[in-house]
């Protein structure tokens, strides 16, 4: 099965700027979730996903947002950026989100905010 | 606050040495506990989870790790290291939030450096 896969890799974007992250999960999953990875707070819960509704979201202001589509691929939304939200964005992916389930990591989106 | 700790920033240990790497939790109910490794520039891989049955979890390219309840801890151990699982290690649990649903919170990471 292919893995978790993230687009773009690497992206370079200006202050007040908007942009958009792809994540396909594992086929069969339906679980996607997203985190946000930086030096200084480590990783950080963004939301999840489940049956194109967010079932979680964590403590971060209303520009970051998300979508997910009926087969289970799922965006992330940064609006207005600002410097601090340089970081390692990754997407995992599980079958159900449950507590026993395994979630699996893409190789994430390296944002730099200049 | 439902939470892991892994106190060493970093461990070094020689090539062909054990190796642990320490991770304790604080949460209410059953841990539901995993242990993932991240090298430069990637995702987090998935190692191994305990999620109830033996106290020692074996797991992927030789890792295993023990659940204490006692200690609320969750090691991470390797018989014999290798130079190539020089990585950052993340441990975490599932933590159940208001919505009914659950996340995955991690701890800071541990540098583990094995030198040849």
């Known amino acids: 099965k292919a893995g978790v896969t993230q687009t773009p890799r690497y992206l370079i974007k200006t202050r007040g700027q908007q942009v958009t992250l792809s994540c396909s999960p594992i086929s069969g999953h339906r679980s996607v979730s997203w985190y946000q990875q930086t030096p200084g707070q480590g990783l950080q819960f963004l939301f999840e996903?489940?049956?194109?509704?967010?079932?979680n979201k964590g403590n971060f202001p209303g520009r970051f947002s998300g979508r997910q589509f009926s087969n289970s691929r799922s965006e992330m939304n940064v609006s207005t950026l600002e410097l601090g939200d340089s970081a390692l964005y990754l997407c995992a992916s599980s079958f159900l989100g449950a507590h026993t389930d395994t979630q699996y990591f893409g190789p994430g989106t390296r944002l730099t905010v200049l | 606050a439902q939470s892991v700790a892994q106190p060493e920033d970093q461990v070094n240990v020689a090539e062909g040495n054990p190796l642990t790497v320490k991770c304790t939790y604080s949460v209410s109910g059953n841990p539901y506990l995993f242990w993932y490794v991240q090298y430069p520039n990637r995702g987090l891989q998935f190692l191994l989870k305990?999620?109830?049955?033996?106290?020692l979890v074996k797991g992927s390219y030789g890792f295993e790790a023990e659940f204490n309840k006692s200690q609320t801890s969750f090691h991470l151990k390797k018989p014999s290291a290798l130079v190539s699982d020089s990585a950052l290690y993340f441990c975490a649990v599932r933590v159940l939030m208001n919505t009914g649903f659950q996340k995955l919170v991690f701890g800071t990471g541990t540098r583990l450096l094995v030198s040849p």
């Open positions: 996903y489940f049956s194109e509704t967010q079932r």
């Open positions: 305990y999620i109830t049955g033996d106290n």
